[in-house]
Structure formats: structure tokens, C-alpha cells
């Protein structure tokens, strides 16, 4: 499927001599020294990104650094100055009016940081909000309201009125109200950012059960890294309207494109963020029944490795052995089947170090996890010291 | 600063001339509209005696605010009632009523469309500085030359004045509107309609509703000075206290003002607050409230049928404009029973001497008998030369002089000396300095009269003559005409050969042009209207009694058929 | 209702009454303060020819303000003058400077005593709504009872109406502070006077600032009311223009408030606007704005000095009181001007009929010489019987009639139909249907006169008159008395036998009491003054003719020294 | 020194009623419940601490969990319901409102969470604030003034006005106002919570920073964690009034004391807060010249360790040394000064983990790093797997 939304070269100058900031723009100036000399401030400057579909594509950056104006150019919200956004292949920039309220209407749905409930209507007739406004009749409204409610699941809550919600409640409700349409896209501007912190962690993994089912596009702006990284296909850095650096959570971690990705970065809880995918290494391993113990020590001893991954002849894990119990076997004639240890960690690509961690300090064995795919089939090791590497900022080679 | 002067002044007298000539149908447009409007709250308002209407505005009242303004609504209006002033109450309220029910058609809009549109707003605003800065003053006069004398250029008055709160206030609100909660609106989608009607209305009605209240305010600060051009109402009472230099009187109007001021402020200011919240909660607090809602509606919608009372035939009505002072009361009264005698419904509009000449001139009141000629009313005839009728005299020779029951039997101020003793050497008088003592002492002088001048009061010297009269003593007193005692009482003023004491004026009637083509059946009357001072005493004497003028004058009528058939036959 | 009507009418005359007894020394305190202070500004605004101080005035806007207001500012006032309003419009600006320091004086602190206690708010806005809603007439009268006429009562009248807007907003403004900032006072151990001035204050200084706007405005649009009581200045030009049923004066002299207004309005809203940063600004802006902050200032207290006129002796202070009708400012004028020529200051009082009596009564004026007696202001003269000392006719008996040139040789009107022919059949007359008019109407067919009567107007009657008087022809023309033409012409009126045209009333002068004793001398002049028609009508002439009323009574007392002698040794 | 701040029982109700929702407290009634009975509200439940002179006591919790209450209660912004707040041993609930204002002016100063700058006033009056209060003749003032300004490094800004500063910069100014008539503590709330991630961050080290000069006691309020643990020293955690749990951030992350403070210590970067006392082992050790290469193998077997502290007779630290190593030795007959290895990562006790991983990385070798006292006294050792036990949330066992 196409990207659902393409940004090209996507420019707004607030203010007046908007032409002539553009064309300084064009010259390399800065964003002060445009203000200094034309009095308009860039809020973006040149953007250039596609997001593609059902991906949560997440802009973060300092405040002030044009993330909401971004965002409201992707809607229409603000007119752009100059560049494009393509909505499936159209230009919505270039798009008349009745054709830009039927997107809006269909398409393109938003969620607001202080939620923007409409305080004279209930919780239900804000959901309609939506659908209201398309002209549906009032039957099938409250219907699809009442599902998107159930989504959220505030489905006893219809009735009440938005001053009685706590705040998390509020935002579900404007979740709701974005998601009764039933559009493809979603824009969600620090949505969570004016909630407690433990009520936004909730949140967060709301989000992330809703979209395992719904496959939204969603583009959310957070200034919030632990946020980004958490929720984030995808990260946009931003900084004084620029965007600094596109890349998924781990690139970002590992290649910060600056100095100010890097400071942004630095107090990230990589156990959290990385996962086995990052830091895991290629493992030796050798097919059981093929080859036996005197292969494996050598292997060990060639490579100065000390463990060995052991699978069958499909790849298939079967367990892993120590130079030492290799020796063991060679010593006393065993087969690698007698010797290995197959109370092995096993774990996924995606899982994080924390999960890692947490099982070998169970575990307190002294291999390394394995790491495999869907099919039980080998990808990599993981091994202590390759964790601790990667928290000291170092990264994991690639496997 | 030697440039020649710029004529504004001129400019203005034209452009009023030529608005009056031009847009004439125009106006008449808007009296059409506003008329009936005011009618149908006065009438609405006296469908039911005051008590039951009072019992059903403090319902009205509680099903939109609070108990505790209820409660000060039902005390409040019943003191008025008390103070005799309800039906005054009335005509102010439906005055306001209609000013801002006028305020509001006009402003809402005017201000939705400022509060969109910041080229709007900075043509408007001058426009609303002018209309707040303005004395209203200078606008009355041409509202009467524009309008028909009475509540229409009162209102529209007070909708100059006190429109603009709503005009701003309305802007204000929709310009408050969280930005968010607009984009709301633009990101799912809505149109611009759906955008002012779903949610920028809404969330700017309690500052709309606080222009409204500001505008009811203000008009209600116009009561007075609109009851100068006729309005009738509180402000009338105001200012005929006022006139009378009548402290009391004109605190007890100002405190009905005041209250209809509260009341009508707690009202609205309560329904600018009243949050969604507060509504679930009172939908919660039961639902009598709900059928009391309903009842009331119920009764609204059957009163309201009463009250829209086809406006009657033109032909059979009659303006009659006049000023309050005792004598025009007695003869206007008349007048008005007379012509509703004959089928006419006779509108009486009590006005300053100003709006009253005016009001006939401009066409908008059919006439006034109360033209005091040659002196007291001259300015106002010369003003108008040649925009009414004159149809001459309606009453004739105000007297001033000394003054003796029937039964004394000198004839002339000269005998006074030789009967001294029978007079006991006074002559009773009333407040000191006042024109007729002047006139007596030097009477005394010029007379050589060797009486002693008492003064006192009027009241005084009533009882005096009274209790005279009563035993067929001999008294003389200071007396002048038209006067009810003369009704009261037999009494003759003594000749006064040395012409002491003056002759007054003559009153006239004066009606407007095109009332003979019109309506000749009232002209008629009109022309032929004229009475003596003792008739006038005699209406004025019932009204001293303590009748209304209405019935003062019905009595009189009934009294006198014969007079009254020569002016309608 | 069958209870026993409260007397609120009554308790509120007798609390007048008590007052005005016992209180008498706490009003005359507050008129002391009150009434040099307006006359401090009034004189402080008249130091310089009006050109100057409007640049002055313009300098010191634009120092407080911006540039666009400030060249308002100038065209406005300087459109003032061009409209010759300057003076009055001084008169009121002084009036509501001192409201306004007045309401501010009183009003801030109030304020912030409420926004610090609920409970002092609870109890005083209830007394704003009162202050707010009543109807400024009702209190005019008392304000006219218990201070002297002119400024006084109109500032206190202005103060009532206006101070709320103060003391809310400013208790608004505490309330509003933020909480933090409050606890920032509290947490470094501020005391309760420090958090005031040091946090509170400062911080709500923007909402006091347009509480006292709206004080502003809200006296200013008392200016007409209160001209009613004689506070003179555009208030009165609009009475005046509206009495007169002059709207493109009347709207003059509006649009010189609406002026006034809106620059007062944007110099006090601007100055709340104005932020340090503003500020900052602007001294950044350079030296130069403080340069010509130190010499606008230098010149004001200069002015200030000029201005601060020490209170003349009082015993040398007479205060007169008129309405303004042509013959009254003829013979005000003439008296001030002779008392002056004894070295009195005079002050002029021009208020309406009412107010010029009260204030007579109550002592507050010296007196008036616009007692028209018997009739016309005979309510005055009754209410406050005993209450004045009246010291006797000042002008005897007008007349109407039909007049002719000396030249011409019949004397009655019954000659005239003999010498039809040298009048060409014509009596000139004036605008149709005005009082003279008719009585000649009348005249006409009570002597059988064959005449045709020519309506027109006076100014087309006089330009008759003259072009026939040049040319010696015989014209007759109907006349009135005191009027000017009988100073520019001989003229005599012609008999009337059959008297058809009223003779009228009589003009006496009226002293307060006490005169006599405080200032004999004031008191004889007064009493002595006593002049004809033909007198008057000289004045009145040199008014007609241009000058201004205080130049023609100069001139007249200059050609007229043996009468003066007479009223003065 | 005394403790400069005890809080005895404090206790908060606002609204009406107060006395009888402190009885049904008394009976441990929740707050919601008092809540719906009496319809007060409950702001702090009888809160019991003791702040210690130059220490950084935070206190954090959600919102509405009564922090601020507690915090304006000590000195006396808030009223207290109950309790007693001693500063240097004097009772404040009791004190004369002059005595209470004498306390404010001279020991107690304040940081607001918007920064509660004067507008009016310029940075160096707002500074000079407390001091005019104090009625401080103008010339000293000034100088205190610009003083505690040049403490925050704004001295060149002085003559600025609040508007014209930064976020950051606006908040060092309400430093320095609380700090120029030099109190003996300082309430801090939410000092920092208005101010952009990595202003924040640099505000947080500026305050440690100035605390290591100034030995403030300081009470500083947030709802963040990371920040609680970054800078203070003891943490007290809110929930609904109580204070939940009190500690060291170790302590805390270690031992939540319920279900609530475990939720919210759990996303914690705890290699950023842990430090190197809390994971560290006792690491068996011999001394120099005493013991050969024959004990140490002999205690490593006995043992079962891999690695052995050598010091000297001093307890200094010299090398470490491996079985490997010590098997040479005795095999060659070396001595263990001979083989031993002296390039061991040194550290101290407050180190943070993040701190020793980054040096393993860099050094790479398989020694554990020491851990000495600034004498270079051993104190103890830090393996890798110790630390990552810590991450697993498992912590180490005590030196
Ligand atoms: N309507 C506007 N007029 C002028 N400048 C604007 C406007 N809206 C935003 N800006 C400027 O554009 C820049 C980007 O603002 P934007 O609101 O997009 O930042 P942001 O990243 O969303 O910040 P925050 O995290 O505070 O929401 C800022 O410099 C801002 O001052
Ligand atoms: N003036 C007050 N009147 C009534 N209740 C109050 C008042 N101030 C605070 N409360 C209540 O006391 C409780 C504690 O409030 P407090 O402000 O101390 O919380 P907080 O932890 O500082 O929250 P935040 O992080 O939002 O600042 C809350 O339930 C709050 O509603
Ligand atoms: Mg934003
Ligand atoms: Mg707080």
C-alpha cells in the first residue's frame, strides 16, 4: 500500500514578508536571523517525510520548535506556505474547500493536547461531533458513537458531562470523538501530555492495544522522549522548524544525527527502549547430530568464544554448550546431546533488555539468551556483556 | 482660527429635514414594528390583576435563577403594587422588554459578524463609541420628528443607547472561544455555519447573555429621559415629582426602577452562569420543576392570545397628547371620554410641553388641548408655524383676585373697608410670596385697605372658607380660576376696578393637518370643544376628591349632556 | 393590598428635611472642598488661550498615550473651538476631573477594602446597585437642597453615578491578582500594607485604570443631566439647543462630549494597557520624551500657581442664578455687571427654572431678577413661600400689539382702515399660527378691518420693517415688548380699545434670605434695580447684534450712567 | 546539628467540617470517603518527618496528592488543620504572626512553580523583593540582591524585566530571590516543572550544584521521578494526603513499600540513579606480602569467586588478580605482584552504575571495577553480573 501521507519540502512562515523569509530560507539563514531581518518567524522548514501506513509516526522536539504547526499543516488547520501534503497521492494544499471538509470529515481525524471537549455537550453528543457534522442521521450516529466510546471503553459514561471525567477519561472521550468516523488517519498533538504520569503510561498502552487492532496511521507529537521511544514507530526530530532527524527508536539511540539529538537521548532508559534485535550478536553454532564435541571445542577455541549455539538441521534451537562441557564431553566420550544445557533464555527479537535482564537474573545461569524467530529458528545471542555495551552508549554490532 | 465656520449644525437640521421628507414610509415601517411590539408586553403584562401576574412573573423568575430572587421579585413587585405604581411598572417594563428584545434581533447578528471579521469590528466599534457617547438628549428631539410621539422613539432611543453592550459583548464571547476548541471544529470538518451554531454560540452565550444583561441596564437607565418624549411609565412618575419638586414621590418611582433593575439583573446575569452543570443538577432536583415550566408556558401562550388583540381599526383611534399640569389633565380627560363616546379608542400620551407640540406638528399625535395662548406657549407655536391647526379657543379668562362667598353682599374690593368689622380685618391668604399675596399687599396699598394680610397655606385657607361657609360667616380670601372651589363652593370675585390682579391667557386646541380630511368626526369635536372654568372646576374638584381623572371626567360627562352634545352633535 | 400604605414618600421628605437641618454644616464642609477644586481646573484650563492649551493639553496626551490619539486629541479639541465650544467644553471637563478625582479618592480605597473582605463587599455592592440603577433626577433635587446650585450638587450628582465602576473594578482587580504572586508577599514575610503596595496594587493597576475609564465615561454622560442643577458647560449647550428644538445645535454640541469622551476614553484605556515593557520602550525611545515630560510639567505647575486663584473674600462674592430666556441673560448680565462696577465678583448661575428657584431658597445663590409674576412662576414662588425675600418689580408690564414707525401719523388700530391705502392693505406679520399672529386674527375681525395679514417670519418681518423705515413709508407690523426692534427704531404700538392683545406680567427680582443682612449693599442694589422695556430691549439689541451679552450689558451701563447711579448710591 | 525542620502529625482539611472528618481520619477512614461523609476534603493526613540540615528533601506524588499543601504548610501559607511544623525546634503552627513573619523573612524562603516573578518589577527588584520587605536600607540591598543574582549567573540581566527572560532564566531569578536574603531553607515547588526537558535538566545541575557550596536544607517538590531521584537525597512519596513511603531513592527503588510506589518507580533508568554502593559486593581479598599466590587460588576455589582484591598492609588498594592468573603464577612460580592486574576500574561509592558501565565498555576486560573509599581504601567490588542483577530491579546484597 502507497504512503498515506507524503510531505514535500513542507514550509510555514508566520507573519508578514513571508516571500522574502522564503527566499532567506533558501539562502541557509537561520531561523533568528530571519526574525532579525523580516520579522516572521519559521515555524517549519522544508519537511520532507512520508509516513507510511498503519505506522505511529511520532514528532518530537523542544517547544517552539513548529511540531504543532507541522501537524496542523497536515489537516490544513494552518495553511501552509509553500511545499505539499498528500493525503493517498492528493495534494490537500491545492485542494478547494468543499473537497479539504470532506477529508476532514472522512480521512483525517485529530486529538487535541488539552483534549477540546466541547463543554456543553455530553460525553456521547461530543463523540457525534464527527459525524454530526457529515450530516448522519441521528440513529446511526449515536451507533457508531457509542462503539467508538465502547473502543475506549467509556460506554457507561455517555451520559455524563465532560467537567465530571477525570483527565485520562477526558482524552479517551476525544480518542472516541477521532475515532467514530472511522478515519484512516490519525493526528494526535501531545495528547497525553497534560495527564499524570502513571494515568499517561496507561494511556500510552491504550494506544498501543487500540492500534494492534485498528491499524491506524497515526501521527502523535510528544516533547516527551520516554514517550516517543515507547509508542514511536518512527521518530521525527524536530528543532527550530527543521526536521534534524528521521529514524526508528534504536537509530536514533544509537546514531544520534547531533549534538542535540544526543543531549535529548542521553538520559534515555535504553533498558527499556533497546531490544534483543539491537545488541544481539551473529552466535556460532553447529548442527547436532553432524558435527560432535571436537568440532564444537574447536570452534570455540578458534573463534575464542566461549559458548556455542546448538540446532538441528532446520535451524531449529536445541540448546547451547560451554567450552567447558564440551571439553567435559571429549573427556569423557559423551555427545553434545548428553552435555548441553537446554534451559537456555529464549526471547524474540523485539524483546527489550529489561525483559532480558529480568530472566537471566532468574535464571542465574551464565549463557547467553538466544534469540529466534517465529519458527523457534535461530537469529542471535545475546550475552551480558553485550548488554551492558549497549547501556553504556555503545550499541550492539547487528546480527 | 479665522476659517469660515463649519455649518454642522446646519447640515444636521437638513439631513433631519431631509430624512423626514424621504424616508418617511421608512419610519412608519418601523413604528409599524415597534408599536404593536410594546403594546403586546403592556397588554400581555395586564392580562391578569397584578397580584396573580406578579405571582406568575415570580415563577417565571425562579424557573430561571435562583429561590432567593424569586423571593425578592414576589416582595419587590408586590411594594410597588403597594406604592400604587404597578401599572406604571407596566408600561416601563414592556418598554425595556421591547428595547432589548430589539437590541438583541439587531445586535446578536451585528456582533457574531464583528467577532468573525476584524474589519467589521473596526467600523462597527467607532460606531458603538458614538452611540454610548452621545447624549441621548440630542437624539430625542429628531426620534420625535421621526417617530410618532410615545413609546416608539423612546425605544428607539433606548436602543441606540443600549444596544452596544450586546454588539460588543457578543463579539467579545465569540472571540473568547478557545482557538482549540474552534479548530475542533475546522478539523472534523464543519462548515462555518455549523461551526457559529455548534460551538461558538454555545460557548460564548454567557458573555452574550452579560452584553444582554449590560443592555438591559442601560435601557432601563433611559426610562426617564424617554419619558420626556411620551413614554410614559416610571419615568413619567419621575419626573412629574421631580417637577413638583416632589422628593418623596420621585424616590418612590426611583425605587420601583431600582427594583425592576435588580430583578431583571439577577435574572439574567444567573442565566449567564448557569453551567451545563447547574442544569443536570436542577433536571436532577426533580421534575416539578419541569411542570411548573410547563404550566407556566401554558398560561404564557393563553395570556399571550389574549393579549394579541388585532390592533383596531385606525380610523376609530385617537392620539391625544398633553402635559400634566391639573387643568390640561381635567380638560384631556374630558376630551377622551367624549371622543370614546363616539366608538373612538383614545390613546392619552403625557409628555413634556416640547414633545407635545411636536408630536402634533410631526402628525404623530392627533391633537392637544393645551395651547396657552398668547404667552406661556408661544415659542412652541412659533416653532411649528404652519404644522398644525389652531382650532381656537377651548377656554377662556384664567382669573386671579380676591374672593367671597355668594352670600357676602359687597361687590368690589373698594367696599372692603367700610365692612372691616364684618370681615374681622383679614383676609385670608395663602403661602407668602407667592404671585396672588404680591398682588394682594398691593392691592392692600393701592386700595388703602386697612386689612390684615394672612398667609398661610392653601390648605389652610380651604379650611378656613369652609368652616366660613359653613356658618354663613363673612370671609374674604385670595382666589383664582379655574379652581375647584368655585365648584365647591358659591363664591364671586370681588371687582377690581384698579386692575390689580391680571387676566390670564386663553386655551387653545391645536390639531394636526390633515385631522379635518381624516377623521372629520373627531375634528368636529375637537373644534367644537369649549368649556368654562367653572366646568374645569369642576372636573378638577372631583380628581382633588381623590377620583382618577378618568372617572372625574366620566362623571362629568354624565353630569352635563347638554354640553357635551353641542360639541358632538 | 389592604394594608395601610407605607409612607415612603413621606419618610423620604422628612430624611430631607433632617438633613438639610441638621447636616448643614458637613454639606457646606463638602461644598468647600468640592467647589474650589472645580474651580481650580476650570481656571487652570483657561490660563492659556485656548490654541495653547489644546497643544498643552495634546503634548500630554501624546506623553501618556500614542501618537494617534494624541493628533485626535488636537483636531478634536481644536474643532471645538471652531464649533465655539471651548469654553463650555472647559466648563465640563473641569466638571469631570473632579468627579473623577472625587470617585477616585473615595472609590479606591473602598475598593480595596472589599477586595480584601468579603464581607465589606457583601454589604457595599448592594449600595453600588442602589447608587447604579437610581434614577439621577431623584436625587438632583436633594443634591440641589443640600448643596449650593451649580457645580456642587452636579459633581455630587456625578460622583453617585459614576464612583461604582471604580470600586468594583478595583476590588475586581485585587481579586484577580494572581494567588501565587499573593503568596510570594506572604511567603518573604511581607506585612499586610506591603503585599498591598508593593504586589497587589501594582499588579491590578490595569482593572483599576478601567474602572476609572468607565468613571469617566460615566460622568461625562451626566454632563446634560446635571446642567439641569447648573453646572453649566456643553451639558447646558445641549438643554439649551434641545429646549429650543434645535437639533444641529444640540448635536454640536454633542459631538463636542462624543470628542471629549472618546479622548478621555483612549488616554485612560491606553495608560491601563501600557505595560513596563511599553515603558521600557519608550524611555528607550529616548531622551526627548522626557524632556518634554519635565517641561509639559513645569508648565502645568506654573499654570497650577497661576491658576490657584486664593478664594476671593466672600463677602465680596455674589452669586446670581438665571434661566436662560433672551430678556433674563439681558438683565443678569446687567446686574452682574453692576455689581462688579462695585467690585463684587458675580458669579453666573444659568440653570432651569426649577433649580434657579431652589437655589434662591436654599441660600445657595444670592438671588435672580427672572421672577415673572403673577402667573408664570407662580409654582416656584408658592413652593418656596418664605422661603426668599421678594425685592419688587424690576420691569414693568410687556406688551403685544400692532406697531407702526413714530413717523406714522394714526395712533389706534380702529384709524387703520381709514388709511388702507398708505399701508398697501398689508399688516406684516410673523410666522403663522404663533400667539400674536392670532390675536391680529382675531384683531382683524373684532375691528372690521380690511387687512390682509401677511405671515412670513421675524427675520422677513424685520427686514420689512426696515427697508420702509429707510424709506419713510407707512407699514404696521404686529410688535411685541421687550424686544430689541424698539431700540433700533421709534416705533410706537398702536391703541388697542377693544383690548384684543394681552398685556402680561411683571418681573421681580427675588433675594435669598439673609441677603439683607450679609451684604446691605448687594441687597439695596438689587432692590433698587428696576429698569423699562426700552432698557432691556437696548441690551438686547447689542446681543442680537453680536456682542456678546457681557459686552452689551458693559456698554449699555457705560451709556446709562445716571440709571446705574440711581440703583447704586 | 539539630534537625532544622520536624514535622509532627501535620494535618490539612479543607473545607468545612473540619473537626469532624480529623476524627474520622482518627478512624482511618479514607479520603474519599471523608469526602462523601462531611464533604471536606482531605489535603495532607498527618504527615511525620524530619528534615536534616544541607539535606535535599523531596517530596512527590500525582497531583492532588497533597504536596503542595504539605509544603505551603511549613511555613504557614496554609493553615494547618492539626500538627505541629518545628523550624530549629520552634513550634510555627503556634508562633505570633510577627514571630511567623520574623521566621519567613529571615529562615525560610520560597521557589514557585511558575516562577512568580513581579512584572512590574525588574530582575534585580524582584530579587531585592525580600530584603526591601525586611526594610534593608537600598545599598546593601542592592548588593545582597545582585549577589544572589551572580550566583545564578545572571548578573548582567538585572536591569531586565521578568517578560524578557526565558523560562529557564525566569526561574533562576526566583532563585535567586529566595536565595538573596540568605535562608536556612528552601521550599522548592515544582520548581522546575514549567521548564523545557533539557532546560530542566541543566536547572536540576545547577541546583546541586549551588548546593554543594550553600548546604541549604532544601524542600523540593515534583511529580517526576527521575527528577526526585536526581537530585534528592531522601524522598517522600504522597498518595491521597499520606506520606506513603520515605527513603533514600535506593531504598525506594529497591523496597517500594506498596503497589503504588512500585508502579511508579518502574520505568526508573536505574542506571542513572543507582550507584555503586548499592550493587556492590564484599570481593574477598588478600594482602600483599603476606599471602602468595597459593592462598589466593586456595581462597578463590574455597570461595567459589573468579577474581581476588589485592591490597596492602593499609587496606590499599593494589591489583586484582584471577584464577587463571594466580594458576600462572604458582605454576611459573611468580609472585602476585608479578602477575597481578593493576589496571582496574577504580571507583567510589556514590559512582553511578551508568558511570561504571561506561568505563567496562571502554576498558573491556573481565575484571570487576573496585570500589574504594578516598583513601583508596577497598571497600568492596562491582561485577557485571551484580549490576545487572540491579537492572533486573532485584538489587544487590549490601557491602
Ligand atoms: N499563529 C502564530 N503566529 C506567529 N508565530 C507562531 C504562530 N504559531 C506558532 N508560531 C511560532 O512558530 C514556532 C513553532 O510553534 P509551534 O506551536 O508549532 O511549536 P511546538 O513545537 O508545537 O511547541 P509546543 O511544544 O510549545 O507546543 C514558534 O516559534 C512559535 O512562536
Ligand atoms: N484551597 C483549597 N480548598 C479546598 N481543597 C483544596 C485546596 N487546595 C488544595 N485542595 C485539595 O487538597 C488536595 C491536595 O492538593 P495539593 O494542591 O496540595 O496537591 P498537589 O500534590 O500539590 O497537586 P499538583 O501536583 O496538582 O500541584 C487536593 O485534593 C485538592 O483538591
Ligand atoms: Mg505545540
Ligand atoms: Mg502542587
Not at chain 1, 496542523?72 to 505539499?84: D, H, S, V
Not at chain 2, 437638513?14 to 414610509?25: C, D, E
Not at chain 2, 429561590?67 to 404597578?86: D, E, N, P, Q, S
Not at chain 2, 413638583?244 to 439577577?266: S, Y
Amino acid at each position: 500500500m502507497a504512503n498515506p501521507i507524503v510531505v514535500k519540502n513542507l514550509t510555514k512562515i508566520f507573519g508578514k514578508g513571508s516571500k522574502k523569509a522564503l527566499k532567506l530560507l533558501d539562502q541557509g539563514k537561520s531561523k533568528r536571523e530571519i526574525l532579525e531581518e523580516t520579522g516572521a518567524t519559521v515555524g517549519v522548514n522544508r519537511a520532507n517525510f512520508a509516513v507510511e501506513s498503519g505506522e505511529i509516526f511520532v514528532i518530537m522536539g523542544l517547544s517552539g520548535s513548529g511540531k504543532s504547526t507541522l501537524l496542523r499543516m497536515l489537516n490544513r488547520l494552518i495553511e501552509p506556505t509553500a511545499g505539499q501534503v498528500l493525503i493517498d497521492g492528493e495534494d490537500l494544499v491545492s485542494m478547494s474547500a468543499e473537497k479539504l471538509r470532506e477529508v476532514r470529515r472522512k480521512k483525517i481525524s485529530m486529538v487535541f493536547q488539552k483534549f477540546a471537549l466541547l463543554p456543553h455537550r455530553s460525553v456521547l453528543s461530543n463523540v457525534e461531533f464527527g459525524l454530526e457534522v457529515q450530516g448522519i442521521p441521528s440513529e446511526e450516529r449515536k451507533q457508531k458513537a457509542l462503539k467508538a466510546l465502547s473502543l475506549v471503553g467509556l460506554e457507561n459514561w455517555a451520559e455524563s458531562y465532560p467537567d465530571q471525567l477525570s483527565g485520562g477519561m477526558q482524552q479517551r472521550v476525544g480518542l472516541a470523538r477521532a475515532l467514530a468516523n472511522d478515519p484512516e488517519i490519525l493526528l494526535m498533538d501531545e495528547a497525553f501530555s497534560a495527564l499524570d504520569p502513571l494515568i499517561r503510561k496507561d494511556m500510552q498502552d491504550e494506544l498501543l492495544d487500540l492500534q494492534q487492532n485498528m491499524h491506524k496511521t497515526i501521527i502523535f507529537i510528544t516533547h516527551d522522549l520516554d514517550e516517543a521511544l515507547r509508542i514511536g514507530d518512527r521518530i521525527a526530530l524536530m528543532r527550530d522548524g527543521e526536521i534534524v532527524q528521521i529514524g526508528t527508536p534504536e537509530e536514533i539511540l544509537r546514531n544520534p544525527a547531533n549534538e542535540y539529538v544526543e543531549r535529548f537521548v542521553e538520559d534515555v532508559n535504553r533498558v527499556k527502549v533497546l531490544t534483543a534485535e539491537a545488541v544481539m550478536q551473529k552466535g556460532e553454532s553447529i548442527v547436532l547430530g553432524k558435527d560432535g564435541p571436537r568440532v564444537a571445542l574447536k570452534i570455540m577455541r578458534d573463534k575464542g568464544i566461549p559458548t556455542l549455539v546448538l540446532m538441528d538441521r532446520h535451524r531449529h534451537f536445541k540448546g547451547m554448550i560451554s567450552a567447558e562441557q564440551a571439553k567435559k564431553a571429549v573427556e569423557a566420550g559423551l555427545s553434545l546431546e548428553d552435555v548441553m544445557e537446554d534451559e537456555i533464555i529464549q526471547i524474540e527479537k523485539n524483546t527489550p533488555l529489561q525483559e532480558i535482564l529480568n530472566q537471566m537474573a532468574q535464571m542465574d545461569s551464565t549463557y547467553p539468551a538466544v534469540v529466534l524467530d517465529e519458527n523457534k529458528r535461530v537469529l542471535g545471542i545475546v550475552g551480558r556483556g553485550a548488554i551492558l555495551d549497549a547501556l553504556a552508549g555503545q550499541g550492539g554490532d547487528e546480527g | 482660527m479665522n476659517l469660515p465656520r463649519l455649518p454642522v449644525a446646519e447640515w444636521v437640521d437638513a439631513l433631519v429635514k431631509w430624512l423626514q421628507t424621504y424616508f418617511a414610509p421608512f419610519f412608519a415601517l418601523i413604528s409599524g414594528i415597534i408599536e404593536p411590539t410594546t403594546r403586546f408586553f403592556e397588554r400581555l403584562l395586564t392580562t391578569l390583576p397584578p397580584i396573580y401576574m406578579i405571582i406568575l412573573l415570580t415563577l417565571l423568575v425562579w424557573l430561571f435563577s435562583r429561590f432567593r430572587i424569586a423571593l425578592f421579585t414576589l416582595l419587590g413587585f408586590l411594594f410597588i403594587v403597594h406604592l400604587g405604581l404597578w401599572s406604571a411598572s407596566v408600561e416601563t417594563l414592556a418598554l425595556v422588554l421591547t428595547s432589548t428584545l430589539l437590541s438583541v434581533i439587531i445586535g446578536i447578528p451585528l456582533g457574531l459578524w464583528a467577532g468573525r471579521s476584524e474589519r467589521v469590528k473596526k467600523i462597527l466599534f467607532p460606531v458603538l463609541d458614538l452611540m454610548q457617547t452621545m447624549p441621548a438628549f440630542v437624539y430625542l428631539i429628531p426620534a420625535v420628528f421621526f417617530f410618532a410621539l410615545g413609546p416608539v422613539p423612546a425605544v428607539i432611543a433606548s436602543v441606540i443607547f443600549a444596544m452596544p453592550p450586546t454588539i460588543r459583548m457578543t463579539s467579545l464571547g465569540l472571540r473568547q472561544v478557545a482557538e482549540e476548541l474552534k479548530e475542533v471544529a475546522h478539523a472534523f470538518g464543519a462548515t462555518s455555519w455549523q461551526r457559529l451554531m455548534k460551538v461558538e454560540i454555545p460557548l460564548a452565550k454567557s458573555t452574550i447573555l452579560a452584553g444582554i444583561n449590560q443592555t438591559i441596564m442601560l435601557s432601563l437607565s433611559m426610562v426617564v429621559i424617554s419619558s420626556m418624549i411620551g413614554a410614559g411609565g416610571l419615568g413619567n412618575k419621575v419626573l412629574n415629582a421631580i417637577s413638583r419638586l416632589q422628593v418623596g414621590k420621585g424616590f418612590e418611582a426611583g425605587l420601583a426602577i431600582v427594583i425592576i433593575a435588580i430583578v431583571l439583573d439577577r435574572v439574567t446575569q444567573n442565566m449567564g452562569k448557569v453551567t451545563k452543570k447547574d442544569e443536570r443538577h436542577a433536571s436532577r432536583l426533580g421534575r416539578w420543576r419541569n411542570w411548573l415550566a410547563g404550566a407556566i408556558g401554558l398560561v404564557l401562550v393563553g395570556l399571550s392570545v389574549l393579549a394579541y388583540n388585532p390592533i383596531g381599526d385606525n380610523d376609530k383611534q385617537v392620539k391625544l397628547t398633553y402635559v400634566n399640569w391639573d387643568s390640561e389633565v381635567a380638560s384631556t380627560h374630558v376630551v377622551k371620554k367624549v371622543l370614546e363616546k363616539q366608538g373612538y379608542q383614545v390613546e392619552l400620551i403625557e409628555t413634556e410641553a416640547g414633545p407635545m407640540w411636536a408630536g402634533v406638528a410631526s402628525g404623530s399625535a392627533d391633537a392637544h388641548v393645551a395651547a396657552w395662548l398668547p404667552a406661556t406657549s408661544k415659542s412652541y407655536a412659533d416653532r411649528y408655524k404652519g404644522q398644525y391647526e389652531d382650532l381656537g379657543v377651548n377656554l377662556r379668562d384664567t382669573y386671579l383676585g380676591l374672593v367671597v362667598p355668594k352670600y357676602v353682599s359687597i361687590q368690589s374690593i373698594e367696599d372692603l373697608n367700610a365692612n372691616k368689622g364684618r370681615f374681622e380685618g383679614k383676609i385670608i391668604g395663602i403661602e407668602p410670596g407667592s404671585g396672588i399675596m404680591q398682588s394682594t399687599e398691593k392691592a392692600l396699598k393701592e386700595y388703602g385697605l386697612d386689612f390684615q394680610l394672612v398667609a398661610g397655606s392653601d390648605k389652610a385657607m380651604t379650611a378656613s372658607l369652609d368652616k366660613a361657609y359653613q356658618q354663613k360667616k363673612w370671609i374674604v380670601i385670595t382666589g383664582w380660576e379655574p379652581h375647584w372651589k368655585f365648584n365647591k363652593y358659591e363664591l364671586k370675585f370681588l371687582k377690581d376696578p384698579k386692575k390689580i390682579y391680571s387676566t390670564g391667557e386663553n386655551i387653545h386646541t391645536i390639531a394636526r393637518k390633515g385631522l379635518k380630511e381624516e377623521k372629520p368626526e373627531v375634528y368636529r369635536i375637537l373644534d367644537r370643544f369649549y368649556w368654562t372654568k367653572k366646568d374645569m372646576g369642576e372636573v378638577m374638584l372631583k380628581i382633588q376628591e381623590g377620583k382618577t381623572p378618568d372617572q372625574a371626567a366620566e362623571e362629568w360627562i354624565r353630569e352635563h349632556p347638554e354640553k357635551v352634545k353641542q360639541w358632538t352633535q
